[in-house]
C-alpha cells in the first residue's frame, strides 16, 4: 500500500531490553523524521534524516539509535529500553513532490516498556 | 529556543459556531507552518500548511492565516460540526532547521450538538 507505515502498532517489552521499531515510506521522500509524543510534553524529535545515510539527532536523541541504509525504511532501535521511553512514536516524511516539504505522519507505535 | 505556543488548551463549543485557535511561534524566521488534527488514539492528519511566503490557505470549512511579522497564526473553522471534535496542534518548520517541525502543545475541541 502507498504511504507510510509503521510495524509494531503496539508494543509491550521489559526494561533493559532492546526494541526497533520500522518505518517505511513509499513515496521516496528524502527526509524522515521521529518523533515521540507524550502526555505534558507534546511531540519532541527524536532523530531525522535527510537522505539515506545521513542522520542527525533531534531534541531527546538520547537512549536511542536510527539508521537509514534505504531511502524508504528509517528503523528507530532503543538500545536499552527505560521505563521512560514509553510513549508513542511518530514517525513521518517529507521531501521532493509535496507542497514544500509538508509532513506525512505514520499512525504511530504505542510503546510500553514495563 | 524555538518555541510554538497554542491557546486555547481546551474549548467546548455547540454545533454551528464558527471558532478560531490560535498559535505564536518565537521566532519569525520560519519556512512553513502546519496544522494538524488528531482524534484519540490515532496519528496526524495534516489539514493546511502555510508557506512562510503565504498569508493564508483554505480547505473546505478551514481557514488558516500566517503572520510571521507578529509571529502568530490562526485556524479558523467555519460552521462547526460533531465531527470537528479532535486535538489540532499547530507545527512550524523554522529556516535553517532542516525542515525539522517544532509542534504546540495542542487545543482540544470538543463540538457538541
Known amino acids: 500500500d502507498a504511504g507510510i507505515t509503521q510495524s509494531p502498532r503496539y508494543k509491550i517489552t521489559e526494561t533493559g531490553r532492546q526494541v526497533t521499531l520500522m518505518c517505511h515510506q513509499t513515496?521516496?521522500?528524502?527526509?524522515m523524521f521521529w518523533y515521540r509524543q507524550d502526555l505534558g510534553h507534546g511531540l519532541r524529535l527524536i532523530y531525522y534524516?535527510?537522505?539515506?545515510?545521513?542522520?542527525d539527532k533531534g531534541e531527546v536523541p538520547d537512549g536511542y539509535v536510527v539508521s537509514r541504509s534505504k531511502t524508504e525504511n528509517f528503523p528507530l532501535t532503543l538500545e536499552s529500553a527505560t521505563r521512560s521511553q514509553t510513549s508513542v512514536y511518530f514517525c513521518?516524511?517529507?521531501?521532493?513532490?509535496?507542497?514544500?516539504?509538508?509532513?506525512?505522519f505514520g499512525p504511530g507505535t504505542r510503546l510500553t516498556v514495563t | 529556543k524555538q518555541e510554538v505556543t497554542q491557546i486555547p488548551a481546551a474549548l467546548s463549543v455547540p454545533e454551528g459556531e464558527n471558532l478560531v485557535l490560535n498559535c505564536s511561534f518565537t521566532?519569525?524566521?520560519?519556512?512553513?507552518l502546519q496544522w494538524f488534527r488528531q482524534d484519540p488514539g490515532k496519528g496526524l492528519t495534516s489539514l493546511l500548511l502555510i508557506q512562510s511566503s503565504q498569508r493564508e490557505q483554505t480547505s473546505g470549512r478551514l481557514n488558516a492565516s500566517l503572520d510571521k511579522s507578529s509571529g502568530r497564526s490562526t485556524l479558523y473553522i467555519a460552521a462547526s460540526q460533531p465531527g470537528d471534535s479532535a486535538t489540532y496542534l499547530c507545527?512550524?518548520?523554522?529556516?535553517?532547521?532542516?525542515?525539522?517541525?517544532?509542534f504546540g502543545a495542542g487545543t482540544r475541541l470538543a463540538v457538541h450538538p
Open positions: 534524516s535527510a537522505a539515506a545515510d545521513i542522520t
Open positions: 513515496w521516496s521522500h528524502s527526509y
Open positions: 507545527a512550524v518548520g523554522f529556516s535553517g532547521g532542516y525542515n525539522k517541525l517544532i
Open positions: 521566532d519569525s524566521a520560519i519556512y512553513n
Open positions: 513521518a516524511s517529507s521531501g521532493a513532490g509535496t507542497v514544500s516539504f509538508e509532513q506525512y
